[in-house]
């Protein structure tokens, strides 16, 4: 469910359920904003410099915290002056799928660009284009075939093995998690399970 403007302090210490307090920053409080007991929201905690991001159940000024991201890469333990919003992740997104005839031969799940026709082909972080980068392929394709672009949301695969957290580009458009040191540092989405991946491109430096 979405609720406007709730932002509240909570004097929460630890990795445990969120005790939540009085508004903050002109924001509204849960109870404020209309959010019954039993709600599922999407939430987000910012304690100094990290953040976290998940799903937790509203009951009686209090929110369970099912981690999705953060910024250390686990539960953050939080430090009694964090502060807690209502926010929107990539997961509750529909998922954002389109067909593109593909320029060149294209591997399934690579991350994928756009010539000026509209034509898609690998995007790596050694790309000239990298920056354009669109999504990434939900299966393989010859030359002037249809392959399906899948840009945001939810994809799962049986075959990854991933740990959770940040999804990257390397060279060539493969999918990995170890940052690439030269070129285009592209972020295809975050992984929040072994096999499934929230897509969601982000170029974030040229390195």
Request: charged share 15%; proline share 4%; net charge negative.
């Amino acid at each position: 469910m979405l609720f406007d403007l709730v932002r509240v302090l909570t004097p929460t210490v630890g990795t445990g359920t969120l005790t939540l307090g009085a508004a903050a920053d002109g924001g509204r409080t849960f109870a404020a904003a209309g959010v019954m007991d039993g709600e599922i929201v999407s939430y987000a905690i910012e304690d100094g410099a990290t953040r976290e991001v998940g799903e937790g159940i509203y009951s009686a000024g209090t929110l369970t915290r099912d981690m999705k991201a953060s910024t250390t890469g686990s539960l953050l333990s939080l430090s009694g002056s964090a502060k807690v919003s209502i926010t929107v992740l990539a997961a509750d997104l529909p998922a954002v799928r389109f067909p593109r005839i593909a320029e060149s031969a294209v591997n399934g799940h690579r991350a994928l660009s756009a010539n000026a026709a509209g034509q898609v082909r690998h995007c790596g972080s050694d790309s000239a284009d990298a920056q354009a980068v669109l999504g990434i392929s939900l299966g393989a394709a010859i030359v002037g075939d249809i392959v399906l672009v899948h840009s945001g949301g939810d994809v799962e695969e049986s075959s990854w093995n991933w740990t959770p957290g940040p999804v990257w580009v390397g060279a060539g458009g493969v999918l990995t998690q170890t940052p690439p040191s030269t070129g285009t540092l592209i972020r295809i989405g975050v992984a929040s399970a072994t096999t499934k991946l929230t897509v969601n491109p982000q170029v974030l430096a040229k390195l």
